[in-house]
């Protein structure tokens, strides 16, 4: 999982980004929006200024640093270590939060269901590179899925599809995530058994430029006063709700999830915490928001060495892209931006199938994701250097003018060598021979080959139907 990383900045410069975010925070300060966040900030010493702006001082920042865990696991819902985050290994998760579909039955665009969020957790089960689901889809809430339930229905459609770790996103406030904590405790075996081995990492973000909004501050008390890990990262937007440059949208991103961190360690200390960003740039030319591209994934590695600097897991957004359908464009996006991501030492990286700027999931894009993200990882794993592996003595029985292919040594370790699954390798003739398909015709034709033989292990009858009683009670009973 884990390989060589690639370092843009100096320490020089991340240590001068550090200090300007540290900087954001205490001027102009950042506005906190429920008074049970303002009051726990004030009584550690930050300054509360008109209705709702928190200067909060270098020092909170610092004992935050401090006590925050350097390192922790994520486990699949089976109760196995999954995800080891802070160990310098990197994570790729399918979706997160698009608003369309492209079903790859008739190619077709269409809102996100239920069922699209059940068939990509399936899929995401089914590919050995995608290590967790993030919330893939949002679901329009109807007269029979009312708005109140509908994250918690999205996570019971991913347990019940994949083993794999989730990451929900709850557009809602804590009620809703309150309500997902407890389904997952019926699925891990009770609270304490979730405590000792999390599968979920709620996804939360702050709304750029520095404010928090009492839905993401509830959330982040809830997850910390059940000593669970919480994921609150930052997406400013270069141009928009960030300065124009990189570096001044990063210091933005850094000053608010730095914000995050105070107040989940106050709240809690030693709150498993994972930062991060959403590397979005606005092009200008059109006014839309876009994955970025190479300043984009600039934005992501810089943001990367800060979190590696502050010592706390990283989340960031790639093996995704801008294209309109899962074309030529949308592949060559998902593989180099993709590897920057792996090369920046990501902990955990989503986006994995999502095209649009996120606004389309594409079940046939995941596939071709899985795929670079196995290259991505091996071509940053450095050469293994021994005795055996420099073969001096096999090249010296095979000698000049003389080939490997029959040699032992090529037996014990062919198979050690990359292959790829969807990637076209053979000759033209079988290639034809087979139908002369496309990258997307293979990816679509493995889509519908997993939907029809994959099995994940199964939720005891009695776990769903708990899961489910916890969505009807919150059915008939509202958040207030």
Known sequence: ?????????????IERLHEAAVAVLQDPGVRITT??????????????????????????????LEVAPKRFTIYDRRGEPAMELGAGNVYVGAGVTNLNYLNPRDRTIEPFTLQATAETALLADALPDIDFVATPGVTR????????????SEFLAM????????????????????DIYEMAEIAAGGPEALRERPFLVPY??????????????????VAADRGMPVCCQAAPQVGATGPVTVAGTLVVAAAETLAGLVLAELRRPGTPFVSGTVPFVMDMRF??????GPDGVR???????????????????????????????????????????????????FDAGCIEGGLLFSPELLVIADEFVGASRRLVQPLEVSEETIALDVIRAVGPGNVFLGEAHTLKHFRELWSPRVLSWEGRQPWEEAGSKTLRERARERV??????????????????????VIERRRANPPS
């Not at 009051?39 to 709702?52: F, P, S």
């Open 1 to 13: 999982m884990g390989g060589r990383t690639l370092d843009l900045q100096t320490p020089e410069e």
């Open 287 to 292: 006014g839309t928001v876009t994955a970025g």
């Open 159 to 178: 347990a019940t599809n994949t083993t794999k770790p989730l990451m929900p996103l709850v557009a809602g406030g804590g009620a809703e995530l309150a």
């Open 299 to 349: 934005f992501l590695m810089a943001m990367g060495q800060l979190c590696r600097r502050w010592g706390l897991p990283s989340v960031g957004m790639t093996f995704g892209g801008d294209s309109k359908d899962a074309d030529e464009q949308a592949a060559a996006e998902v593989a180099w931006y993709g590897l920057g991501a792996v090369l920046a030492g990501i902990d955990m990286i």
């Open 141 to 152: 809430p109807s007269d029979d899925l009312p708005l109140h339930i509908v994250n918690q």
């Open 204 to 221: 939360l973000n702050s709304v750029s430029p520095l404010l928090f909004n009492p839905e993401t501050l509830q959330k982040l008390f």
């Open 448 to 469: 519908f080959h997993v939907w029809e033989t994959h099995r994940p292990e199964p939720l005891p009858d009695e776990v769903v139907e708990g899961m489910r009683a």
């Open 35 to 64: 008074e049970e966040a303002r009051e726990l900030l004030a009584a550690n010493g930050a300054t509360c200024e008109g209705e709702d702006l928190v200067r909060i001082p270098p020092d909170l920042v610092e004992r935050a």
